[in-house]
């Protein structure tokens, strides 16, 4: 029932490796690895792992990263280091993660990617050398608290994993820290990356644009979710007024991705909001 459509297409140094879930016929989610001088940044997910092995067998990586724990980014793991021996590298707190995903992993999620093995990673250190390369390791904690990014300083190409993601957005999970998000994304942005690899959007062409708009998003709906709180607005209706009705994925995802949880987030951090009205 579950397919799966890989896209690699080669071209210059970095090579996005697009693979997309589906279900039904239905495509539920993509994710881009990237592949660029030997190194893999990510490992796709587990129900992809014969035509992603079969990929990996033409390219011959040497150096194997994961930008955080997630089982789209961590999904194949263990059958790279059992086909090739390499052992995935990635932030100290990612080895705990992976021990045993089907602790962590919601269902949905389950049935969207499926559930990696357990399996192990290295230690990042503070800087990846390939043949051409060089890549600074960049921790950037909020979508999970070991979230890191990696840089190539002399070409400007900052690979965001999923710190960027999209300039709006909606939702949030329970478990990411969206001031931590804001921290991160200045973070990078004080680097002045000229190419922008997400793990979701693939390429972005004009990264400054775009985490700056995304700042300024987050920003302006702190300040947003401020005022409602102000005007003696229920979190229910901030949320209305800010992020338009309804909560589809709050709903399909048993409140784990939410509007509410983005709005919480905000309220959570008011030290003059009562915490009882979070109920609502
Ligand atoms: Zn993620």
Request: include cysteine.
């Amino acid at each position: 029932m579950n397919r799966f459509s890989i896209h690699f297409k080669p071209n210059g140094y970095v090579n996005p490796i697009r693979m997309t879930s589906q279900f039904l016929g239905i495509p539920l989610y993509k994710v881009n690895a990237f592949f660029v001088d030997g190194l893999l940044i990510d490992t796709g997910f587990t129900f992809g792992r014969d035509r992603f092995l079969k990929l990996l067998d033409t390219l011959h990586p040497e150096i194997v990263v994961n930008a955080h724990h997630h089982e789209d980014h961590t999904g194949n793991n263990f059958s790279i280091r059992e086909k090739y021996g390499l052992l995935p590298l990635a932030h100290p707190r990612t080895f705990f993660y992976l021990q045993d995903p089907s602790q962590w992993l919601p269902w949905y999620r389950r049935l969207v990617w499926g559930c990696p093995p357990p399996s192990e990673t290295g230690e990042l250190d503070s800087k990846i050398q390939t043949k051409h390369f060089l890549f600074l390791v960049i921790p950037t904690p909020g979508h999970s608290d070991d979230h890191v990014c990696l840089y190539e300083p002399n070409e400007g190409w900052l690979f965001s994993g999923d710190l960027f993601l999209s300039e709006q957005m909606k939702y949030l999970r329970e478990e990411e820290n969206v001031f931590s998000i804001i921290d991160s994304l200045k973070k990078v942005a004080a680097l002045h990356p000229k190419k922008m690899f997400c793990s979701f959007n693939g390429v972005v062409d004009q990264p400054m644009d775009a985490l700056h708009k995304k700042i300024e998003y987050l920003e302006n709906l702190q300040k947003g979710v401020e005022e409602g709180s102000r005007q003696g607005l229920s979190p229910r209706e901030i949320q209305r007024r800010l992020l338009g009705i309804g909560d589809q994925m709050g709903f399909f995802t048993a409140g784990e991705i939410s509007k509410k949880n983005l709005i919480h987030a905000f309220i959570k951090n008011m030290p003059e909001y009562p915490s009882a009205l979070l109920g609502g």
